[in-house]
T-cell receptor, first 114, second 114 residues
Framework: DADVTQTPRNRITKTGKRIMLECSQT?????MYWYRQDPGLGLRLIYY???????NKGEISDGYSVSRQAQAKFSLSLESAIPNQTALYFC?????????????FGEGSRLTVL | EDKVVQSPLSLVVHEGDTVTLNCSYE??????LLWYKQEKKAPTFLFML????IEKKSGRLSSILDKKELFSILNITATQTGDSAIYLC??????????????FGQGTILTVHP
């Protein structure tokens, strides 16, 4: 089983619909992140959380919200989806260790908004 | 605002060729530069570089950082079709609250033909 699991893996929806992408992890990491990937733009940070009581906006948080339900669960919501939110979304985790620097990514959730 | 620029954006080579991928950056309080390989799914970690001039090597892949000129290169020798992927460069800032909040480049799409 994957250490970082995202559901759904693929979703097609219509403009105005509410969408939730879920992420769970078994790595025991405190830190969790949601990134968005668009062709030619790399990955951009949407929201991040350093523990259950900590939620922070990233560089492109408008139109998104998150919930950290438990140490292992971090969900991303689009309250009213719009076509320019069509993208590949990645959840990631990290441990706080200056000698690592790794982000561990989920398999991605491909969202299409019509 | 932190900035990471990768070049070329895409590259097509034949098996056995050697390729060099470039990554230049501007970041406040630089901590590390990371390289990831992304095939069809999640990005996977290749290297983390924190010191200038020290080459990191893994099989046919190697990478080096120049903190004075603010760039890194990723070399792949004797390329194989399995090296076809998107190669992502990312930088991280120093400081506990910045950990994991990476700024990514656009990625280089490498295609290796038989």
């Amino acid at each position: 089983d994957a250490d970082v699991t995202q559901t759904p893996r693929n979703r097609i929806t219509k403009t105005g619909k509410r969408i939730m992408l879920e992420c769970s992890q078994t790595k025991g990491h405190d830190r969790m992140y949601w990134y968005r990937q668009d062709p030619g733009l790399g990955l951009r940070l949407i929201y991040y959380s350093f523990d259950v009581k900590d939620i922070n906006k990233g560089e492109i948080s408008d139109g998104y919200s998150v919930s950290r339900q438990a140490q292992a669960k971090f969900s991303l919501s689009l309250e009213s989806a719009i076509p320019n939110q069509t993208a590949l979304y990645f959840c990631a985790t990290s441990d706080f260790g200056e000698n690592t620097g790794e982000l561990f990514f989920g398999e991605g959730s491909r969202l299409t908004v019509l | 605002e932190d900035k990471v620029v990768q070049s070329p954006l895409s590259l097509v080579v034949h098996e056995g060729d050697t390729v060099t991928l470039n990554c230049s950056y501007e970041v406040t309080n630089f901590r590390s530069l990371l390289w990831y390989k992304q095939e069809k799914k999640a990005p996977t970690f290749l290297f983390m570089l924190t010191s200038s001039g020290i080459e990191k090597k893994s099989g046919r892949l190697s990478s080096i950082l120049d903190k004075k000129e603010l760039f890194s290169i990723l070399n792949i020798t004797a390329t194989q079709t399995g090296d076809s992927a998107i190669y992502l460069c990312a930088v991280g800032r120093r400081g506990g609250t910045s950990y994991g909040k990476l700024t990514f480049g656009q990625g280089t799409i490498l295609t290796v033909h038989p």
